[in-house]
């Protein structure tokens, strides 16, 4: 059986919440890729040359990436060659084991934060402005803070007006403390102060927010390396994740500040936001072929409870199967 069909039997035994929340926010990116796959699979039954041209346009069209989508074609080629296979239907079951292989492939599987002991946890996240980054750390704040940790928020990109505060407004919120320093000051003193903070009073988690302008990569690669030398005088290890937030609606984009941000900082995780934004729900598959970094979470609406692991079978479920969509 393949990959899709063993999804649909256990996910129409058992859908959980987490399941519809996948459902409901690659709504958009559903009706992009697997209402043209039916289009296409009712076009040709059996398939040929011109299916594969088509199918191509549709998984680069999703933002899936050139590469990768050649790979994918390939492979799902050559085991239809393999096995005899010109029914489009089962053409599809294979598509969507090699969609699931090219991410599975490309290295180790992690969501969740990794704590460690002893020490307070430190969490750097960077991204450009507006992908969603505020949002995020709110998010994972409100996530760790209901599994009973204690978080600190530190607010190290001083150098946006109003980054800050608007950092403050989700920490009085969530009730979650929040270390700051004035605007233009040295991000690595608030990075200073908030672990030693975190440190003495033995928090579980510091999300340290960082700006992060890409127009000057020296710059910003100087500054990220000051910060983690400053704040291993504090905690030795620290940061132990480093997250990089990426807007799913950004497409390719997205995929050039992933790949720049990899060559400046050892990135441990990817988040991906606005999943429900995008109709082009591929871009994790291509961020994942070009990094090899695990998406840790994805960002699937704009509630607190919006932002989840990254689940691979609920993504691509999430990306053929739906209420809109019939019975497939
Ligand atoms: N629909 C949706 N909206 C999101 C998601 N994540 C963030 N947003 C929205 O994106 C907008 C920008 O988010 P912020 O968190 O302010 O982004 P930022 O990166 O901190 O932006 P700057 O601080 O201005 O650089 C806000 O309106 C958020 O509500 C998501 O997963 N889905
Ligand atoms: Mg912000």
Redesign the pocket.
Known sequence: MGLFSFLKEKFSKKKTDEVETYQEGMAKSRQNFSNKLKVLNKKYKKVNQEYFEELEEILIESDVGVKLTLQIIEEVLEESKAKKITDSEQIFEILIDHMFKGYMDKGEQLTDVRFVNDVPTVLLVV??????????IAKLAHRYQNMGKKVLLAAC?TF?AG?AE?LQIWSDRLGVSLVKGPYNSDPSSVAYDALSKAKKENYDLVIVDVAGRLQNKQYLMDELSKLKRVMTKVIPDAPHESFL?IDATTGQNGVVQAKAFSEITNLTGVVI?????TSKGGIILSIRDELHTPVRFI????KLD??KEFDLESYIYGLCEGEDNGTN
């Not at 991204?127 to 995020?136: A, D, E, H, L, Q």
């Not at 936001?273 to 934004?277: A, I, S």
């Not at 960002?299 to 704009?302: K, Y």
């Open positions: 991204g450009v402005n507006g992908v969603g980054k505020t949002t995020t990109d946006r980054a608007q937030i936001t606005k999943m429900d934004g960002g699937l609406g704009e919006d932002l």
